[in-house]
């Protein structure tokens, strides 16, 4: 299985390369050359299976000889043990034809640790075969740097550097980042967005004397590996709900693009999803461009949703990639575009994405009444990025059973559910002394030098 970049300038690489290679070295993003499709036999029996099964059976082939089978088996059995509920990724019901995939039952309790302890696993056994150490840098609005702290703290061959956008994540999700301990993980409280935070992350990959001298690698959606582990959910829901026989929607609370782009590719390898909808805070960007074809920032709004503040949505890069057939250097001229302020989309990559993707988005207020009626008819207490979900599943619930992704624990925003219920969600008792620990955090410029010269200095040796 060959890996190749949505810019058409890179080397081709296998899996194992491309996960420890994070960002193309044309600044482009890996993707498989072929997806790999899987039989309707093949999906049918999935169904029953643990999670942890069916993630080999949907991951396996992807893989190519990186991992022997039972070395991957390994890895995915350590991945998933510290998760708090045995399915993994429960499904509840919310209406008559509405359901919840609770994604927050890991040790984070976001979503982002299905991949992000996978690829804790999958890392380090690689680099226990070569005896590298490399140096990570990822950029957070919240979730995914704290899946990180917990995946990677502690290892004597990673250096963890996680750049966070000062005073715009929770404080639940700040203290997840700056309260381990351990000498290797390095909170970075950057002037600025998560735009920012990700445009320098991405800025120290296209450094390639900065990137070869620390040997860079990434853990944020641009790395494969984060997006194939989140295929996996798509498949284990959709099965206990009658696929293949019975098709699913799916409604994904967006940001990055990471995790509806994983939707995507599960429909690629032959699940059939009816409806994947896109739900946006009002950080509305990827709605707007669906609607218009107008791809345009306007600086990233703070909401009560704020892991979802992102107007510049890395893996969309993806999605154009096929939307544009697949041509390198169309992509690589739209993203010109974009450092500039945005692009207009041609009217045949409009038409596929309009056909592939549905979407809506979501108001502070809607989120806050969302959080209200889930609570008051189901009981379920919805975290704010869910709620945006639920709300805008209800717009596009069809005959098909309707899949809406909750990305985040509530007791990780407990500022927003008490504004919709009067009432804090309580954090889960492993994490009740969150806030009796010590924090540990630098305050960093949006300087891409000032940011080099923190992660030299903390690496050399
Ligand atoms: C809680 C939560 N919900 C939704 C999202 C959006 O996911 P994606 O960036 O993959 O679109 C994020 C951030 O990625 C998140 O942390
Ligand atoms: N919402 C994310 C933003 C980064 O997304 P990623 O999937 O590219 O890592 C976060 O919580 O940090």
Not at 24 to 32: E, K, S, W
Not at 211 to 225: C, H, K, P, Q
């Amino acid at each position: 299985m060959n890996y190749i970049s949505t810019r058409g300038a890179a080397p081709v690489l296998t899996f194992g390369e491309a996960m420890m290679t994070g960002l193309a070295r044309d600044g482009g993003l890996y993707v498989p050359e072929t997806v790999p499709v899987m039989a309707k036999a093949e999906i049918a029996a999935l169904a029953g299976l643990t999670y942890e099964e069916i993630a080999f059976r949907v991951m396996r082939p992807f893989l190519g000889d990186t991992f022997r089978d039972d070395e991957f088996r390994e890895l995915i059995a350590k991945a998933y043990s510290g998760f708090g509920h045995a399915a993994r990724a429960p499904l509840v019901q919310l209406g008559a034809n509405h359901f919840l995939l609770e994604l927050f039952h890991g040790p984070t309790l976001a979503f982002k640790d299905f991949a992000m302890q996978l690829i804790g696993q999958m890392m380090q056994a690689a680099l226990a075969k070569t005896g590298e150490r490399i140096t990570i840098v990822g950029a957070t609005s919240g979730d995914t740097g704290s899946a990180a702290m917990e995946a990677f703290r502690g290892l004597s061959n990673v250096d963890l550097f996680i750049l966070f956008p000062h005073g715009r994540v929770s404080d639940v999700q700040r203290r997840q980042m700056t309260t381990p301990s351990e000498a290797n993980v390095h909170a970075l409280a950057m002037d600025g967005d998560f735009d920012d935070c990700q445009a320098r992350v991405k800025d120290m990959f296209n450094d390639f004397a900065f990137r070869d001298g620390v040997r860079l690698a990434g853990v944020n959606s641009i790395n494969w590996a984060r997006v194939l582990a989140q295929v996996v959910y798509y498949f284990s829901s959709a099965v206990s709900l009658g696929a293949p026989e019975r098709a699913v929607s799916f409604t994904v609370p967006t940001g990055n693009f990471g995790d509806i782009f994983a939707g995507y590719i599960a429909r690629k390898m032959g699940l059939p999803i009816e409806q994947l909808v896109i739900a946006t805070n009002h950080n509305d960007i990827l709605d707007r461009a669906m609607r218009s074809g107008a791809y345009k920032t306007d600086g990233v709004k703070p909401s009560i949703s704020p892991s979802m503040d992102i107007q510049v949505s890395s893996n969309f890069e993806r999605a154009l990639f096929d939307a544009y057939g697949r041509d390198g250097g169309a992509v690589s001229q739209l993203m010109a575009e974009l450092k500039a302020g945005g692009f207009a989309i041609s009217q045949g990559a409009l038409q596929m994405l309009r056909g592939t993707f549905a979407s809506g988005r979501c108001s502070e207020d809607e989120t806050i009444a969302t959080i209200r009626h889930a609570f008051a008819t189901t009981g379920e207490v919805l975290c704010p990025h869910s709620a945006v979900g639920v709300k805008v599943a209800g717009e596009h619930l069809g005959a098909v059973p309707m899949i809406t992704l909750a990305t985040a624990h509530p007791a990780k925003f407990p500022d927003a559910v008490e504004a919709a219920m009067g009432a804090r969600p309580a954090l889960p008792l492993r994490m009740g002394d969150l806030f009796d620990r010590p924090e540990r955090m630098t305050r960093v410029p949006n300087d891409l030098a000032a940011l080099q010269a923190v992660v030299r200095e903390r690496t050399a040796r």
